[in-house]
Each structure stands twice: as C-alpha cells, then as structure tokens.
C-alpha cells in the first residue's frame, strides 16, 4: 500500500484525511514540523498533505525543504490549506508543490490528484 504523510497541525484535520484515506494509503501523520522532516527521510512517503499555517516553522518552510533535498525532492507535495489558493498556489507551487487543495477538501478530487501524482493516472 502507498504511504501518504499528512503534516497538519490540527489533529482534527488529520483525523478526518486519515479516516477518509486509510482504505487507499497506509497513512502517516505528524501535527509537528520538525517531527514530519524526519518521518518524510525515514519512511519515505509517495505523496505529501501539507498544512500551510503551523506554529514554529510554516507549510512554505517544510515544503521548500523537502521540495530541496536529494532524498525526497521527488516526492509530491499537495498543499492543503484553509488559506484562498488564490492568494498561496503560485508561490506555494514555486517552492516545489505539485498542486494546492482549499479546505474543506474535496475528498473525490484529492483521491485524483493524488492517484495522478503517485500513478501518472
């Protein structure tokens, strides 16, 4: 099964991904920056949920970080945000996401993007 890393710092959000994608991906979540870093170099996700605002470092750090690194730059990242993707999606995609979803999530969407960023379907 493919791993997907939900990077939110609210845990009712990652509750409701996890719940809502767990018959798809095997799904591994962090509410914390730092921690999501580490979980994405050790067990190397095929895609990225990303939250854009958390406390210490943002969603525009972590992302360009990951997007910079040998190890993972590969690894699609989907913004996911309750910010107006209006505002975020250019800049967001300039520091290496693959797409930028607005919160609430369209479930039936995200599954797509996701199956066409991991699968090329």
Not at 38 to 54: F, G
Not at 84 to 104: N, R
Request: glycine share 4%; with cysteine.
């Amino acid at each position: 099964m493919q791993k997907l890393l939900v990077i939110d710092d609210d845990e009712s959000v990652r509750k409701l991904l996890r719940f809502r994608l767990k018959n798809s991906y095997e799904i591994i979540e962090s509410g914390s920056p730092e921690e999501a870093l580490a979980l994405t170099l050790e067990r190397k996700p095929d895609a990225i949920l990303l939250d854009l605002m958390m406390p210490k470092y943002s969603g525009f750090e972590v992302c360009q970080t990951i997007s910079s690194l040998s190890f993972t730059q590969h690894i699609p990242i989907i913004i996911v945000s309750g910010e107006s993707s209006a505002s975020y999606k250019d800049f967001c995609e300039s520091l290496g996401a693959k797409d930028f979803m607005q919160k609430p999530v369209d479930f039936d969407l995200l599954e797509k993007k996701l199956s066409k960023l991991i699968d090329g379907s």
